[in-house]
T-cell receptor
Framework: AQKITQTQPGMFVQEKEAVTLDCTYDTSDQSYGLFWYKQPSSGEMIFLIYQGSYDEQNATEGRYSLNFQKARKSANLVISASQLGDSAMYFCAMREGFSGSARQLTFGSGTQLTVLP | DSGVTQTPKHLITATGQRVTLRCSPRSGDLSVYWYQQSLDQGLQFLIQYYNGEERAKGNILERFSAQQFPDLHSELNLSSLELGDSALYFC???????????????FGPGTRLTVL
């Protein structure tokens, strides 16, 4: 089974609107971390936001927020007030195990977001 | 700018050749990770080093090897190259666990390898 599933290969959103990118995960670990990265057409991977499995509050970073529903094993990224510069590929990733073990990330297949003017 | 540097940015070579990709982690980071991004396989973890020692191995081919040096920079060596090795290779680094509660990995700009 896929550990990280992103079911939306492509999404369109109007400038200044909010958009939700879906991510579901599968793990038997109690401690894990969930990450979102942005990859513009230039190719670099930009860290956006992190949610730990024990964090009780949803993570927020500026216009980014993570809608974490542990029971449903989902970690959706919400981008508010979309900007043209938000057009990019977005990847959801998971680190299983305790943070101290510094383990590798497992990535989803990504969602290509296009912001329309 | 993530603070992680990778050289070269682009590399074009022929099948059967050997190349070395170089990575310098962010200042203070002890862990270095290598990932491969290709159209058919997506983003895949290859190998991790922590303070000079191999910590974890992923889907890394036997033709590939890596090491982390005492100054913490890392090199990924790819040999007997095949057309299918063409990909974007990322290096990422993260801090020691005592100072970085999230172990967030910060990625370098990548090396785009083209095997002709």
């Amino acid at each position: 089974a896929q550990k990280i599933t992103q079911t939306q290969p492509g999404m369109f959103v109007q400038e200044k609107e909010a958009v939700t990118l879906d991510c579901t995960y599968d793990t038997s670990d109690q401690s894990y971390g969930l990450f979102w990265y942005k990859q513009p057409s230039s190719g670099e991977m930009i860290f956006l936001i992190y949610q730990g499995s024990y964090d009780e509050q949803n993570a927020t970073e500026g216009r980014y927020s993570l809608n974490f529903q542990k029971a449903r094993k989902s970690a959706n990224l919400v981008i508010s007030a979309s900007q043209l510069g938000d057009s990019a590929m977005y990847f959801c990733a998971m680190r299983e195990g305790f943070s101290g073990s510094a383990r590798q990330l497992t990535f989803g297949s990504g969602t290509q977001l296009t912001v329309l003017p | 700018d993530s603070g992680v540097t990778q050289t070269p940015k682009h590399l074009i070579t022929a099948t059967g050749q050997r190349v070395t990709l170089r990575c310098s982690p962010r200042s203070g980071d002890l862990s270095v990770y290598w990932y491969q991004q290709s159209l058919d396989q997506g983003l895949q973890f290859l190998i991790q080093y922590y303070n000079g020692e191999e910590r974890a191995k992923g889907n890394i081919l036997e033709r590939f090897s890596a090491q982390q040096f005492p100054d913490l920079h890392s090199e990924l060596n790819l040999s007997s190259l095949e057309l299918g090795d063409s990909a974007l290779y990322f290096c990422a680094s993260s801090g020691p666990s005592v100072t970085s509660g999230t172990d967030t990995q910060y990625f370098g700009p990548g090396t785009r390898l083209t095997v002709l």
